[in-house]
């Protein structure tokens, strides 16, 4: 028997900071436009992206026995955050604090997809 229970922690945290980010877009949306230079169609959009991974990651993190094509998707969509972030970097008209803003929470989103995309292998390979 594996020990999924790493991942669900994993996915269970990557829930967690999606619906907090989620929340604080719907709440202070505009302030956050305001400080950080992101289009509000983007963070309205992004808002919508984080409800529905949040979604997805506490159905595979709730599943018995665990949901290994839903931990790919939550993966596979981490990256296209990354992704997203990257290009509003280079597309987008942000200022300072919306640098600093994207840059921290990209490489949180990395670090998160590296360490489940690390806890599934395990389970691969156990």
């Known amino acids: ?13 990557d829930c967690a900071t999606c619906a907090l980010m989620a929340l604080a877009f719907a709440l202070v949306g505009g ?3 305001r400080m950080t230079g992101i289009p509000g169609v983007v ?13 997805l990651m506490a159905l595979t993190a709730a599943l018995r026995p665990l949901w290994v ?7 596979l969509g981490n990256i296209g955050w990354v992704a997203g972030s990257l290009w509003l970097l280079v ?5 300072a604090t919306g640098v600093v803003f994207v840059l921290i929470q990209t490489v949180a989103v ?4 590296w360490l489940e995309a690390t806890a599934l292998r395990g389970l691969r390979t156990a």
């Open 69 to 75: 094509s839903g931990a790919w998707l939550v993966i």
């Open 43 to 55: 963070r309205i959009a992004a808002t919508g992206i984080l409800i529905a991974a949040a979604a």
């Open 91 to 95: 597309a987008g008209d942000l200022v």
């Open 1 to 13: 028997m594996t020990n999924d229970r790493p991942l669900r922690r994993l996915l269970w945290l």
């Open 110 to 113: 990395i670090v998160l997809a």
């Open 31 to 33: 302030k956050i436009d």
